[in-house]
């Protein structure tokens, strides 16, 4: 699986928000999920927050791309959809706000 090809909003999300976060002057990648949710699209918002959930429920979860993308360094499968699930959170919630 090519997440890029299967999942292209969620992707560019990773590689242009999470890849270089601690460069852009974020101190978690939380903290960005929570900025990404306020300022962009809520159509924008909505293609990730499907493609995140939609990839969660994969069964091959492709958890070293996402470590690729994002320039993180996950441990384990389990890890890695943990740290997703919890960012698909914090997006729906605070577009909420």
Request: no cysteine.
């Given at each position: 699986?090519?997440?890029k090809?299967?999942?292209?909003?969620?992707?560019?999300?990773?590689?242009?928000?999470?890849?270089?976060?601690?460069?852009?002057?974020?101190?978690?990648?939380?903290?960005?999920?929570?900025?990404?949710?306020?300022?962009?699209?809520?159509?924008?918002?909505?293609?990730?927050?499907?493609?995140?959930?939609?990839?969660?429920?994969?069964?091959?979860?492709?958890?070293?791309?996402?470590?690729?993308?994002t320039?993180?360094?996950f441990?384990?499968?389990?890890?890695?959809?943990?740290?997703?699930?919890?960012?698909?959170?914090?997006?729906?919630?605070?577009?909420?706000?």
């Amino acid at each position: 699986m090519n997440i890029k090809d299967q999942y292209p909003n969620l992707t560019n999300f990773f590689e242009a928000y999470i890849h270089e976060a601690d460069l852009d002057g974020f101190a978690s990648d939380e903290e960005v999920a929570q900025q990404y949710a306020v300022t962009e699209s809520s159509f924008a918002r909505s293609r990730v927050i499907e493609q995140g959930r939609a990839l969660l429920l994969e069964s091959s979860f492709p958890w070293e791309q996402i470590g690729d993308k994002t320039n993180r360094d996950f441990q384990d499968e389990q890890n890695t959809r943990q740290w997703l699930q919890k960012l698909i959170e914090i997006i729906v919630s605070g577009a909420a706000i």
